[in-house]
């Protein structure tokens, strides 16, 4: 099937990115700021989404049936077109804990007739999994996946709506490969933003935000503890996990948490959306509570997470250093309702708050405390060419990709990168990797198309620690818009332990793609 060969989700970035290539097209427009003036508002816009969940059960030809729950982000570029990324895993039925997905869709909806609209879309991406690894081959093929729908949807009130999809979901070479219907729950999220240029300038606003617009990224180097474990890999798991929070009042805050293995049993991995709440001890200490229900594990014969529905309550104690970055220390309790895994956990974190509150009745009109921060969301094909462990050489590994840059200043920014094949490797699917690091890059000139970066990212692939730098520029097509391209190399850590023995890994690696970006 031609739709996996290389470069194919860019062509479908650049053909989405060259036919909306207009002023309609851009939900964040650019506005002229009067630098002689710093009591001059910035102008923000509103930028809307839709955060989109469905659910699904497929008919296997000689397993269990398999029930997918998909959640996904939907980025709106005029009044019924939408790009996005999400993720899929089981929940109740079969045993296929660890099984994962990530995809990058495009998505197009109207309404018909008053509140009845009908939405189609196509989803492309990578993942893998299975009862064992024998039957993971089954299950997912060589681990591309495509998957497109149709269907009617209800608009219940503006916060949310309902519908019903014909789907197509097919893995190549795999078990995958039927229609069925699914059921999905849409809600609309929308948010303040304004130029990327404007990112660094001080907050110039008589508007006075009541809600909070709190947001932290949380870095852990985490330890899975198996309680009497039943299946074959009994040691305990050192996992790195990514945690967005999204505080929605002072105390209160949505997250979702990825998490993978890098030692013990490196291919492991789960997502965790969920609640929590922040109880503040003092100026510089805060206590977090929270409870993620979601999907994960490995083949259950070896970490037995049954289906994979997995439920972990979790408390952190933080630490502040500054007023954007903080240390923690964590202590959960991790279990599987319908396998027999139990686990409790205990981790150290390093907390990034992208944005805080600062409000007074009269609004905000502070220069020294409230900047504008640049945001960048970068979706991507990369290729790992020249590929080769302890020295013998495979296939190239083709990833889909999506990358989280947050600036500090005019200069710095730390990215955080998340990555699926959607090929084999060594005659397996499901490789992924999950990084985070440092990046420098050229201060931004609306005038210069061209912004270059060389980043470090360390993280976990297939077999343990890597660490990968690239080189790479966001070539603009308008203030709001880039093509992305990146080159770099990925190498595996080696020293402590810190890979299996005997799957040294390295390649060097392409990406090309397309950049959002703006500034909060």
């Known amino acids: ?54 659910y699904e059960v497929i008919s296997l030809p000689d397993n269990q049936s398999i029930d997918l729950l998909g959640g996904h982000y939907l980025h709106q570029l005029n009044d019924w077109l939408y790009l996005g990324i999400g993720v899929h895993a089981p929940l109740v039925k079969g045993d296929y804990g660890g099984f994962m997905t990530l995809d990058a869709t495009i998505h197009a909806q109207r309404k018909v007739y008053g509140d009845l609209f009908v939405n189609g879309g196509t989803s492309l991406g990578g993942g893998g999994g299975g009862s064992s690894r024998a039957q993971s081959k089954e299950l997912s093929g060589t681990s591309g996946f495509i998957k497109s729908y149709i269907g009617l949807g209800y608009e219940l009130n503006e916060n949310i709506s309902v519908g019903a999809n014909y789907t197509y979901f097919s893995f190549r070479d795999s078990q995958i490969n039927s229609s069925q219907v699914n059921f999905f729950i849409q809600a609309p999220v929308s948010y303040l933003a304004s130029s990327y240029a404007n990112a660094g300038k001080a907050v110039q606003s008589s508007y006075n935000l009541s809600e909070s617009n709190e947001n932290i990224f949380i870095l852990e180097m ?98 502040l250093l500054t007023k954007k970055l903080g240390v923690s220390l964590s202590s959960g309790y991790l279990f599987a309702p319908t396998g027999t895994s139990k686990n409790y956990t205990i981790g150290t974190a390093i907390n990034y708050h992208i944005t805080q509150k600062y409000k007074n009745s009269n609004g905000f009109n502070t220069t020294d405390d409230f900047k504008y921060e640049g945001v960048r969301f970068n979706l991507f094909t990369q290729t790992e060419f020249d590929a080769k462990t302890d020295d013998k050489a495979h296939h190239d590994v083709n990833l889909l990709s999506t990358q989280f840059d947050n600036l500090i200043g005019d200069y710095w920014y730390v990215p955080v990168q998340v990555s699926i094949a959607y090929n084999d490797f060594q005659g397996s699917p499901g490789y992924g990797e999950i990084l985070a690091g440092v990046g420098v890059q050229n201060k931004y000139v609306q005038s210069d ?32 818009y880039a093509l992305y391209g990146q080159f770099g190399k990925t190498i595996s850590v080696n020293s402590m332990g810190l890979y299996q023995e005997g799957r040294s890994f390295s390649a060097y690696n392409i990406g090309v793609g397309l950049t959002y970006r703006f500034s909060l």
């Open 1 to 54: 099937m031609k739709i996996y060969k290389n470069y194919l989700l860019v062509l479908l970035f650049v053909f989405t990115q060259t036919l909306f290539a207009s002023s309609q097209l851009q939900t964040l427009s650019e506005s002229p700021l009067d630098t002689t003036d710093v009591n001059t508002p910035i102008k923000q816009n509103k930028v809307n989404g839709l955060i989109v969940l469905d």
């Open 449 to 480: 198309n061209f912004q270059n970066f060389f980043q470090l990212l360390i993280g976990s692939n297939h077999h343990g620690i890597i660490f990968k730098p690239s080189i790479g520029t966001n070539y603009s097509l308008s203030d709001n």
């Open 222 to 319: 985490n330890n899975i503890f198996q309680i009497d474990p039943t299946g074959t890999k009994k040691q305990t798991i050192n996992s790195i996990a990514l945690q967005f929070s999204h505080f929605i009042d002072d105390s209160n805050y949505l997250f979702c948490e990825g998490e993978v293995g890098y030692k013990g049993l490196p291919l492991y991995n789960h997502i965790l959306p969920g609640v929590g709440h922040k109880s503040l001890i003092s100026s510089r200490v805060n206590l977090y509570s929270q409870v993620g229900i979601g999907s994960g594990g490995f083949s259950p014969d070896e970490v037995d997470t049954g289906s994979g529905l997995l439920i972990n309550p979790k408390f952190s104690l933080e630490y």
